[in-house]
């Protein structure tokens, strides 16, 4: 085993009142990290030598947002209440490359649709792209991206071909590789379902002893309990479930769906699970996915969704 290399060295710092000097004389070097002393030479030129990349490195699944394009005021996207303008995650898949000639397919709020077009490369590791989905579906369009291989980029617009409530959408994605993992949990934040709303009655008492009551409009939201159980790895009991609400069951149930990329038309549900960085929309039926705990599962919360309260932890069982 080689010997620590210990140099002596003499810090001097100096400002206009006063000289320090370290006490410590020691520097302490890693085995493996010595840099040996080179003797004075005339210095080369470094040689860059170029990277080239391969079309295979296009291959596969580019993930973000697919943003509204225009000049709305995206800080109405920051607030918690306000998740029902959040922009949909989209997942772009190039699925095959011959020549110049592009086939793949997009997932995004619920929809799986082909496109085919053309590629040509610009310049050492960025490529341009021109696909088109087929047409016959309402949100079918257009794609234009450049795909910048040094730093795994995808960036470009879309364009829908009919007059739809967003017809231009833009896009930055990134390079992902999806893998179902049991285990993903959901990251806190609260579920909020902004269409389904009650009058439920609230109280507060003050020091004097007189209860005020008064009617207020709740919107249906998850708990914690929600992020406390994994129907994934876990095989349930009537007792894990039945004193939960209907929203914590219907979340939990779900999470079993978003672990197997299941891209939501729940718009609600898609806004959600879109906001959990491990989440990637990637088929539109996973029915063929589940495993047998799984499937066990969702029969059992859904018994107990069906009858469950809706504001059963958060305003009691009414």
């Known amino acids: 085993m080689k010997k620590?290399?210990?140099?002596?060295?003499?810090?001097?710092?100096?400002?206009?009142?006063?000289?320090?000097?370290?006490?410590?004389?020691?520097?302490?070097?890693?085995?493996?990290?010595?840099?040996?002393?080179?003797?004075?030479?005339?210095?080369?030129?470094?040689?860059?030598?170029?990277?080239?990349?391969?079309?295979?490195?296009?291959?596969?699944?580019?993930?973000?947002?697919?943003?509204?394009?225009?000049?709305?005021?995206r800080s109405v996207r920051m607030g918690e209440y306000d998740s029902w303008n959040k922009e949909n995650k989209i997942n772009i898949s190039i699925d095959k490359i011959d020549g110049d000639k592009v086939i793949g397919h997009s997932v995004v709020a619920g929809n799986d649709r082909p496109f085919k077009g053309t590629m040509k490369k610009e310049s050492n590791g960025v490529y341009a792209f021109d696909v088109k989905e087929p047409g016959d579906h309402k949100y079918d369009g257009a794609f234009q991206f450049k795909i910048h291989l040094e730093n795994n980029q995808m960036i470009g617009k879309w364009r829908a071909y009919k007059e739809i409530n967003i017809r231009k959408r833009t896009y930055n994605l990134d390079k992902k590789v999806f893998k179902y993992n049991p285990n993903h949990q959901l990251n806190w934040m609260t579920y909020k379902d902004w269409n389904k709303t009650k009058n439920v009655?609230?109280?507060?008492?003050?020091?004097?002893?007189?209860?005020?009551?008064?009617?207020?409009?709740?919107?249906?939201?998850?708990?914690?309990?929600?992020?406390?159980?994994?129907?994934?790895?876990?095989?349930?009991?009537?007792?894990?479930?039945?004193?939960?609400?209907?929203?914590?069951?219907?979340?939990?149930?779900?999470?079993?769906?978003?672990?197997?990329?299941?891209?939501?038309?729940?718009?609600?549900?898609?806004?959600?699970f879109d906001r959990q960085p491990w989440y990637i929309p990637v088929h539109t039926d996973i029915r063929a996915h589940l495993t047998d705990i799984e499937k066990q599962n969702i029969k059992l919360l859904l018994k107990y969704e069906k009858n469950a309260s809706e504001y059963y932890d958060t305003f009691g069982r009414g």
């Open 201 to 272: 009655e609230k109280s507060a008492e003050y020091e004097d002893g007189i209860i005020e009551t008064w009617m207020e409009e709740a919107m249906v939201q998850s708990t914690h309990a929600s992020q406390e159980i994994n129907a994934s790895t876990t095989l349930l009991k009537k007792e894990d479930v039945e004193n939960l609400s209907k929203t914590d069951l219907m979340i939990i149930r779900n999470t079993i769906y978003a672990r197997h990329g299941y891209s939501y038309k729940n718009q609600p549900l898609r806004v959600f």
């Open 4 to 73: 620590l290399l210990v140099l002596p060295l003499i810090i001097f710092l100096f400002n206009c009142e006063s000289h320090i000097k370290n006490s410590d004389k020691k520097v302490v070097i890693e085995e493996g990290t010595q840099v040996e002393e080179i003797p004075n030479q005339d210095v080369k030129e470094t040689t860059v030598t170029e990277i080239h990349y391969s079309t295979d490195s296009l291959i596969g699944f580019w993930v973000g947002y697919f943003l509204k394009d225009d000049d709305f005021d």
